[in-house]
């Protein structure tokens, strides 16, 4: 609060106010690498996690142009990456997308042998955001390393930190973007870990802020805040993962006993603790989504609605789940807020909500 009232100045200015503000954000990048195993020097704040993985992909991608032309990424990214590609493609790339195995789990003999010459960079996220799988990022590191050493590589860590232990170094990923609100930071605010040396061209251009990555006046209250929830979330990584665990299993063994042909999407082990995402034959994802909301509770369908028409989630779609199975998926997501009650809360009344959206579609 006192950087949105009292410690007002703009970190790029020379002036007292400036300066205190200045300290604020330097302050939380030294959280923010902390919190990921990196060193200040290689953070770069952006406007959330978008932005980050476009100013690596699109960024690095163009910095590195004179040395190839190819790029390789999976089916199941998040939107960010995967319209990056899309438009990288219209600037004339070349670009591989990878199938991935109904597990959601990515292999990384596959990524490794997609690998050629050209290859400038190799994008896989660390957690997927709706199945909520981990991928073995330093083994994908290693296998496109040991294809082309001078390949790039790039995660979608957004929703990693806080769920798992996050080392970009240990991992040896050249880039990683990240989101304060994704940690219980304020939304509107990211960070991009640049390895030192890794070329990229800045995508937002102005006043050269953020080293020249990234120009734009700092948001010093939301660095700020996502430096303190970086720095709690990677301390209590360990004690928040044992205590979702229980939660979701309680959860799924609920759901399982009670609407038996329930289909869970994405292998349960390697997850993170508080994702749950499952299939529910027989209903659209849209229904159970509005009934559930009505009822008090907030999650997730598979599904979104565009332009009128109800699409199935690409990434259970890209995992080889039937598109009628796919029409009706929800995703539970729990957190630092949740507990038993919610659990008891959402398995009471699931089963006759599940009855209800069959008995509409």
Known sequence: MAWLSED????????GFGRKARQGVEDARDRVAAAIG????????????????????????????GNGNHLIT??????????????????????????????????????????QPSTLLVSVMAVNNEVGTVQ?????????????????VHTDAVQALGKIPVDVHAWGVDLAAFAAHKVGGPKGVGALFVRSSVPVEAVIHGGGHERGLR????????????????????????????????LRTKLLDGISATIPDARLNGDLDRRVPGNLNVSIPGTEGETLLLLLDQAGI??????????????????????GVPRELASGSLRFTLGRGSSEDDVDAVLSILPELVRKARAAA
């Open 298 to 319: 907030a999650c997730s369908s598979g599904s979104a609605c565009q332009s009128g028409a109800v699409d199935p989630s690409h990434v259970l779609l890209a995992l």
């Open 8 to 15: 007002f100045g703009n970190p790029s200015s020379v002036h």
């Open 136 to 152: 073995p990022v330093s083994d994908i590191v290693h296998a496109v390393k040991a294809a082309n050493p001078n390949t790039l």
């Open 215 to 246: 120009s734009g006046t700092i948001n010093v209250p939301g660095v700020a805040a996502f430096g303190i929830a970086a720095e709690v979330a990677a301390k209590e990584v360990h004690e928040s993962a044992e205590r979702l665990l229980a």
């Open 38 to 65: 990196a060193s200040p020097a290689e953070i770069v704040f952006t406007g959330g996690g978008t932005e980050a993985d476009n100013l690596a992909i699109k960024g690095a991608s163009h910095k590195l142009r």
């Open 74 to 115: 999976t089916s199941f990214e998040h939107h960010a990456v995967l319209d990056s590609f899309e438009w990288l493609r219209g600037q004339g790339f070349e670009t591989t997308v990878l199938p991935v195995p109904e597990s959601g789990v990515v292999d990384p003999a596959a990524v490794g042998a997609a690998v």
